[in-house]
């Protein structure tokens, strides 16, 4: 589908790093929470993890931040631990290594 803007220079080839994660922070209850996003990254943080990249919807209903795998699990913990809900939510570990 986009075999021509490639031909002509438009776009780059998209190159796949298998060694980042994503956690998605969901929730109706994040709407309007001034600091919200900012404690959230402070606590990822803390446990020393380099945040990526970040994006949020307007919507204010999810914040989805890059991490590298390895630092994946602490970071979902830190903002469990954060957020008060303590050992719940699960990482769901994915060999998915499709483009979007």
Not at 55 to 76: D, K, M, P
């Amino acid at each position: 589908a986009l075999a021509l803007e490639l031909a002509h220079g438009y776009l780059s080839p998209i190159d796949v790093n298998d060694q980042v994660g994503l956690l998605a922070v969901v929730g109706e209850g994040m709407q309007g929470i001034p600091g919200l996003a900012g404690r959230i990254f402070t606590a990822i943080s803390r446990e020393r993890i380099n945040i990526i990249a970040i994006a949020q919807g307007s919507s204010e209903l999810t914040i989805a931040i890059v991490v590298r795998r390895n630092g994946l699990e602490a970071a979902v913990r830190a903002v469990h631990a954060e957020c008060g809900m303590g050992n719940q939510g699960k990482v769901q570990k994915t060999k998915s290594k499709k483009a979007i």
